[in-house]
């Protein structure tokens, strides 16, 4: 039996993209730039199965038990901050890719697919069963067969993404926005407000106010 070796993602550095020919990336590179890239990559493969392995360790984890469930966590996500919390099961495609800034909560049924970048401010909360997907595929069908592409999310601070809401890839969402439960995010999303929807509009704007002022 081959069993594969899980190995977690190193994610290269923006400047090191930038210091570099794209021409010579590597496919790791390739899906940090959102360039197509071959997400059958033996690198690739094995930092998945890292991410599978750690998951599951999580999701069986005892509810008991906080800090191996963090320890769990902070190994697996690329920057898990003092104060978040998130109820299994919880998904994702490598974890490295994934940064919590303090206080951010999730709920059951969580999946991020991060094959790109997925930045989450303070305090927001993702209700159960919210999908982030920043991996995309190609409309051309020979294409599909063999490349995929990345596109990175940006959640601001104090935002409340209601139950089932998908984003999809390379969305950016402000400041203290509610996205209403059901809702498909298909373009980005100005700070203060409510949208609701498939695909989601704004639908109400809210007061600014100063979210640093604790």
């Known amino acids: 039996m081959n069993l594969i070796e899980p190995k977690k993602l190193q994610v290269p550095s923006k400047d090191s993209l930038k210091a570099k020919d794209p021409l010579d ?3 790791v590179e ?3 730039a959102s360039m197509l890239y071959n997400a059958m990559d033996d690198t690739l493969v094995k930092a998945r ?6 998951c599951k360790a999580f999701n069986e984890s005892s509810p008991l038990d906080i800090e191996s469930r963090n320890e769990i966590l902070s190994k697996l996500l690329g920057k898990f901050s003092p104060g978040c919390y998130i109820e299994p099961p919880f998904y994702c495609d490598y974890g490295s890719n994934i940064h919590l800034d303090d206080f951010v909560y999730m709920n059951h049924g969580c999946v991020l697919l991060d ?3 997925i930045i989450i401010g303070k305090g927001t909360f993702l209700a159960p069963g919210v999908h982030l997907y920043t991996a995309g595929h190609p409309i051309d069908p020979i294409k599909r067969r063999s490349q995929e592409f990345g596109k990175p999310i940006k959640i601001g601070r104090d935002c409340w993404i209601g139950g089932n809401v998908v984003i999809l890839p390379g969305i950016t969402i402000g400041d203290g926005v509610t996205i209403g439960a059901a809702s498909v995010v298909t373009k980005d999303i100005e700070s203060f407000c409510v949208a609701v929807g498939n695909p989601a509009r704004v639908i109400k704007k809210l007061e600014k106010v100063d979210l640093h002022d604790e």
């Open 25 to 27: 990336y590597d496919e």
């Open 30 to 32: 390739k899906m940090q």
């Open 49 to 54: 199965a890292f991410a599978k392995v750690m």
């Open 115 to 117: 094959i790109n970048e």
